[in-house]
Structure formats: C-alpha cells, structure tokens
C-alpha cells in the first residue's frame, strides 16, 4: 500500500513563507519524479512545481516561479514545496504526486496523491 501524506500547510500573511512536506510510505521514491499540485476553490487543479529523480532536474508553474521550489530527501522517502513571499492568489489545497514522468520541462502525474494540505494566505 503507497501512502501520500503531505504537512506544512496553514494560515499565513501575505509575503510569508511556508515549507511543505510529502513523505511517502510503502514504496521507495528513489529514480521517481516527484510533483506538487495545487486546487483553488471553484477551480481546476494546476502544476505547481516537480523535480526528477534528482534535484538536477526541476521546474516550476509560471505563477510561482522564483517564490517556490521543490526539493527532495530520498533517504527520508521525502518531497518538499518551499514556498517564499506567498500571495493570497496561492491560496489552494497542495497536492503531492509520486512517481510520475518528467520530460521536458514537464511533469506527468500518476494516480498516486495525497490528501492534501491546506494554505491560506491573507492579505
């Protein structure tokens, strides 16, 4: 059984920083791309940012690019989504995704998501 579960999340003002976690359970994460996503209210999910099996590789949406980035720790199974000078536009439910396709610039996601983990940024 693959288990997803994403932390960090909460209520923070605009300008502030958060830091994601994604730690995955009963598979190793280790040669696998990696991706966040993200879901707003009343909108359709979007990519956030996804590195591949190294941080060698790694690339992120138009909206957060140079405010977030996206590393990880294979050792601890682990995937983070660092997020700086957060906007209240970044307001959503992130997503971790496992073991998906990464080429050119581009992540492709697999049926393997988290619960998620909310961030409410304020004004």
């Known amino acids: 059984q693959v288990q997803l579960v994403e932390s960090g999340g909460g209520l923070v003002q605009a300008g502030g920083s958060l830091r994601l976690s994604c730690v995955v359970s009963?598979?190793?994460?280790?040669?696998?791309?990696m991706g966040w996503y993200r879901q707003a209210q009343g909108k359709e999910r979007e990519f956030v940012a996804a590195?591949?099996?190294?941080?060698?590789?790694?690339h992120s949406a138009d909206p957060v690019r140079g405010r977030f980035t996206v590393s990880r720790d294979d050792r601890k199974n682990t995937v983070y989504l660092q997020m700086n000078s957060l906007k209240p536009e970044d307001t959503a439910m992130y997503y971790c995704?496992?073991?998906?396709?990464?080429?050119?610039?581009?992540?492709?996601?697999?049926?393997?998501w988290g619960q998620g983990t909310q961030v409410t940024v304020s004004s």
């Open positions: 995704n496992a073991f998906g396709t990464y080429s050119d610039s581009n992540y492709y996601p697999t049926d393997y």
């Open positions: 009963g598979r190793t994460i280790s040669n696998y791309p």
């Open positions: 590195a591949s099996w190294s941080d060698a590789r790694t």
